[in-house]
């Protein structure tokens, strides 16, 4: 028998005496850790699950929707097939607080294999950063935006998947609390999906555990996410964080790939699921459940990696490269042979392998044993059922009146654009993204940085392209979370658009602070209405998604709230993409958006020192007809380049479309646009028309292609000739001229300090 | 009937996918082995050691994995004039196994790719290629004109050759370095090398020809749909780019 106190586990007291009266005995040592994990915020939603009802999961493009490990989107057809993009986001914030390196490494480990055990192969992975103030080199959080990076790239890096898409924020309200959120994407015909939960017919089904030998590490893992941070229990947090192997997780996707190959010939139809939160006992439980049978697991077969485990440690811990199979008895041997013989797991890693565990039992029961003794014995449903905490909300604080002084600056707009450029959340992020790998595979078609989202080719011989983008800006978030939600929703979209590529979908990965604080949970709720509102208005739902809440330290600060959204784009034909680059001299540039003097959470006022609550409105409908516009006009070709509006806005914009033609062996592309109240007929002013971060995107045309453009955008609202590009390295507004490479030099330099 | 090919997959390779892709794209009959089935080796006409962090880099990249049992066979096939590729960790693998230049003894190392300068982090960024030796010097670049240029990816955290003042004068003058860094006009200084690799070297070439190790990844640069800034008209499918050094190797192997 155990007790909560000795066992150190997170269970509340009303919860204790649920599950005592639920069993009608007091829990053993191995249950109290058991409903520890699978209660824990992190496994069963409780405070959060009935508000994520809102989201919209359904549409026409949706093969899966967010019941599984991933969630799957239709991206289009060859030869015949379905071909779906599996895709799944997380966190691994408290980890990489604690232990950078490792606890990104890890989270990128845990998002492959949710996609891997859909039978899919994976494409890409995606890296959505939000760090504290790393000016000061001695600082922790330099440390954690440094170890946090490494750790992605090495593992990334390492099992050959290419990282493609990202974004990374600065801001003192993530010093005690980072956000490392991962996204990895996957391709699977809808014929070949494996679902995670055992199959009909499954009863008396082996249940097969493969990949590392488990150890002592990530014990207690899913309710120390479950926790705020406290730095005192740093050391003992240190031990909740797990170990990544990336070398044998290498292996692992191959070997199951050729298990993927070996079941299709068989046309055999089993459960493959990621071992995450609550281990073995999770993986086992969830993926029998699901397909409404019971679990009988021998502790005794796991393969150790050393000896005088007990067993809620071999049970619960959180030992990563692990997956558990549900397979018929007479291929068993076949799949450990792949493993253990072809791909030789017990020779990459320590007593690795693939091994049976269990069997998939009738009854809906749970049960484990350990030296010949039942250590757990329960009711299945009761063990993996929804359990649901009602807790109190408050609506967010109404944001800080409008600042309605005039916004005269006393800067020249060198100077302001050189700040700008400079800031934190717009300078280059080349230093960082170099160190990963975004063309492994070979079938990169936009890496990091050439485009606002990347592009891949992920069906050798066909021409269907994937499109992947991020965003979620805290700067929008301090001031008005359901703002920031539709902006995150907005961004991420307009990034596939950016390139060409048709939205199909979302996901989302909800950062918030302690829920059991009536504010905090109120941001949440807030943001729950934003991302609802917004996903219903361009018809992208949530196939899959993650809430990480208390991201908060003992000292009471929390992460502003951080709604970060992925979209996935789709291209029947990966020849319409267009990248960001100008392309050459005498191209007509276009502002497609819709000006509003709005400049609350924007980098001007940031680099100005001012705060200013009127953060820019979405117009759903014209941002709607934009996308069409800009999608068909990169379909017939007539797009030589485009951007989207983002932090730093218009001008920013611009400077980001000319940098990369300064490369050595291109012909530098400058950029001369009309005063800026001109086109935008005196609706906003100077300052907001070049600086507002009211979404849009710019766009090049041919000087030839300037009538089919306009013609095409006769009936669009918002497009705006704004001015040409030319053969001189500079970036003139009116009479001014600004020196190209100066600006390159100036946005270039801040993030090569902290990634040298 | 075409030569056969072997894409060698060593525990931790990579990049054996879109190798093979493209080796079969450029008319190449090419097969993975992986690592459990080395003994099928001998009966191949060809190796490609692609991509990747073998035996997870421990030592020194190519270290470990120049000991494989698969090696035994690359060393033995090369001996016999079968024509061998390596790139990025199978240049590595080649050079720690002493097949690369080749002039000293098997498995002991003249020189080495080592950690990046001047940080020694991993780098992922597009680079071009320049041929440095005759082509007509490996059967390898026999297909490529003079001075070719190959848009190619650098993908490595160790791609730097670092030898001593005197192996590298023999590197050299042997006629060893068979690609330098370049820029896109073909133009070549220090500040086209993106690792601080001695002499600016991109690829070693053996005193027979039949052996090239290289650094850069021209099969990630091998298809229009790789580099959608450069490709005229739609034919998004077609190799292209880095493909012009696989046409080479597989012409030189079908030979």
């Known amino acids: 028998m155990g007790s909560a106190e000795s066992a150190n586990v997170a269970l509340r007291p009303d919860e204790l005496a649920r599950i005592a009266e639920r069993l009608g005995r007091a829990p053993t040592t191995v249950e109290l850790h058991a409903f520890d994990a699978q209660w824990s915020e992190h496994c069963s939603y409780k405070s959060s699950r009935h508000h994520l009802k809102k989201l919209p999961t359904n549409g026409e493009s949706v093969i899966l929707g967010p019941a599984e490990d991933s969630g799957i989107l239709h991206i289009g057809d060859f030869n015949g097939e379905r071909y779906g993009v599996v895709i799944a986001h997380e966190s691994h914030n408290h980890p990489s607080q604690v232990v950078p390196f490792e606890g990104a490494a890890t989270g990128i480990g845990g998002i492959v294999r949710d996609v891997l055990c859909m039978g899919a192969e994976v494409i890409a ?186 067993p809620e440690v071999i049970a619960v811990g959180e030992t990563q490269e692990r997956l558990i199979w549900v397979l018929p008895p007479e291929i068993t041997a076949d799949v450990l042979r792949i493993y253990n013989e072809e791909f030789t797991l017990p020779q990459i890693a320590y007593n690795a392998r693939a091994v049976v565990i269990g069997t998939v039992t009738d009854e809906p029961r749970y049960v484990l044993r350990h030296r010949g003794e039942t250590v757990m014995d329960v009711d299945i449903e009761f063990l993996t059922g929804s359990i649901r905490d009602e807790l109190p909300y408050a609506e967010p604080q109404a944001p800080h009146a409008a600042d309605e002084r005039p916004l005269v600056t006393g800067v020249q707009l060198d100077e302001l654009l050189e700040r700008v450029l400079a800031h934190r959340d717009v300078c280059s992020r080349e230093p960082l993204y170099r160190r990963y790998d975004s063309v492994v595979r070979g079938c990169t078609v936009v890496p990091r940085g050439a485009g606002d989202a ?79 509102h917004a996903a219903t208005a361009f018809a992208t739902p949530y196939v899959s998604g993650n809430v990480s809440l208390y991201n908060e330290s003992a000292g009471g600060s929390a992460v502003p709230a951080s709604p970060i959204v992925a979209c996935v784009g789709a291209f029947d034909d990966v020849a319409h993409v267009v990248t960001m680059s100008l392309k050459a001299a005498g191209s007509v540039l276009y502002f497609i958006g819709r000006p509003q003097a709005a400049l609350g959470g924007s980098v001007l006022l940031d680099v100005l020192g001012r705060h200013e609550a009127r953060v820019p409105r979405i117009d759903y409908d014209l941002a709607l007809a934009q996308h069409a516009l800009v999608r068909e006009a990169a379909r017939v070709n007539l797009l030589r380049s485009a951007h989207k509006l983002g932090n730093g806005g218009l001008v920013v914009a611009l400077c980001e479309m000319a940098f990369p033609t300064l490369r050595r062996g291109h012909k530098p592309v400058g950029v001369q646009i009309d005063e800026p109240w001109q086109w935008t007929h005196g609706a906003v002013g100077d300052l907001e028309a070049l600086f507002a ?33 030319t053969d001189q390295p500079v970036i003139a507004v009116d009479d001014e001229a600004f020196d190209l490479h100066r600006l390159h030099g100036v946005w270039s330099a801040p993030l090569r300090e902290v990634y040298p | 009937m075409n030569k056969r090919i072997a894409v060698l997959v060593f525990p931790g390779t990579n990049s054996e996918e879109e190798t093979l892709r493209l080796l079969r794209a450029c008319g190449g009959d090419a097969h993975l082995v992986h690592w459990s089935n080395a003994k099928l080796l001998p009966k191949f006409d060809a190796y490609v050691l692609p991509g990747g962090f073998a035996y997870e880099d421990r030592i020194r990249a190519g270290a470990i994995a120049a000991h494989d ?160 800034d450069r490709r005229g008209g739609n034919a998004i499918l077609a190799p292209s780019g880095g493909a012009i050094m696989f046409r080479s190797f597989v012409q030189a192997v079908n030979a």
Not at chain 1, 212 to 239: H, I, Q, V
Not at chain 1, 709 to 714: I, K
């Open chain 2, 69 to 228: 049992e698969m090696m035994d066979y690359v060393i033995e096939g090369a001996g016999a004039g079968k024509l061998v590729y390596g790139i990025c960790n199978g240049a590595q693998i080649l050079l720690e196994a002493g097949l690369v230049p080749g002039t000293g003894d098997v498995r002991r190392p003249s020189a080495a790719f080592t950690r990046n300068g001047p940080v020694p982090h991993f780098i992922c960024t597009h680079v071009h290629v320049k041929l440095a030796i005759d082509p007509q010097r490996s059967p390898i670049t026999r297909g490529l004109q003079r001075d070719a240029l190959v848009p190619a990816w650098a993908a490595h955290g160790e791609g730097r050759l670092a030898a001593t003042p005197e192996e590298l004068a023999r590197l050299e003058a042997g006629g060893h370095v068979a690609f330098v860094y370049a820029h896109p006009d073909g133009s070549v200084d220090a500040s086209a090398t993106p690792n601080q690799s001695a002499l600016g070297c991109a690829a070693l070439v053996n005193r027979e020809g039949n052996v090239l190790a290289m650094m850069p990844h021209p099969e990630r640069d091998g298809w229009t749909y790789n580099h959608p």
């Open chain 1, 125 to 310: 992975v995606a890296d959505p950063l939000r760090f504290g103030r790393i000016e000061d080199a001695q600082s922790h959080q330099r440390y954690v935006a440094q170890g946090a990076v490494d750790g992605i790239s090495a593992y990334g890096n390492a099992i050959g998947v290419p990282n493609i898409a990202g974004d990374v924020y600065f801001d003192e309200r993530f010093d005690d609390n980072c956000l490392v959120n991962v996204v990895a994407m996957g391709i699977v015909k809808e014929s070949e999906i494996i679902h995670s939960y055992a199959p009909k017919g499954a009863h008396g089904w082996d249940i097969v555990l493969v990949g590392k030998a488990t150890d002592p590490s990530g014990f207690g893992g899913a309710s120390f996410s479950s926790l705020t941070l406290d730095a005192a229990d740093e050391a003992s947090n240190k031990g909740a964080v797990q170990v990544p192997d990336p070398f044998l997780k290498n292996v692992l996707m191959r070997a199951s790939y050729r298990v993927f190959g070996y079941l299709r010939e068989r046309n055999l139809t089993v459960g493959y699921k990621d071992l995450g939160a609550g281990g073995i006992m999770g993986c086992s439980a969830e993926i029998c459940s699901a397909g409404g049978y019971g679990a009988s697991i021998d502790l005794d077969k796991v393969n150790l990696a050393v000896e005088g485990l007990k």
């Open chain 1, 693 to 725: 971060e009211t979404g849009g995107f710019v766009v090049e045309v041919a000087a030839a292609d300037v009538d089919a453009f306009e013609g095409l955008a006769d009936d669009v609202e918002g497009i705006w000739e704004i001015g040409v590009t």
């Open chain 1, 454 to 532: 990347g592009v891949l080719a992920p069906v050798p011989g066909s021409t269907l392209g994937v499109a992947l983008a991020v965003a979620g800006n805290p700067r929008i978030a301090k001031l008005d979370p359901r703002l920031a939600a539709e902006h995150a929703v907005y961004e991420a979209v307009r990034g596939v658009v950016a390139v060409g590529g048709r939205p199909v979908g979302l996901t989302d990965c909800l950062n918030f602070g302690n829920p059991r604080k009536p504010e905090h949970l109120g941001e949440f709720v807030a943001a729950l209405d934003g991302l609802a």
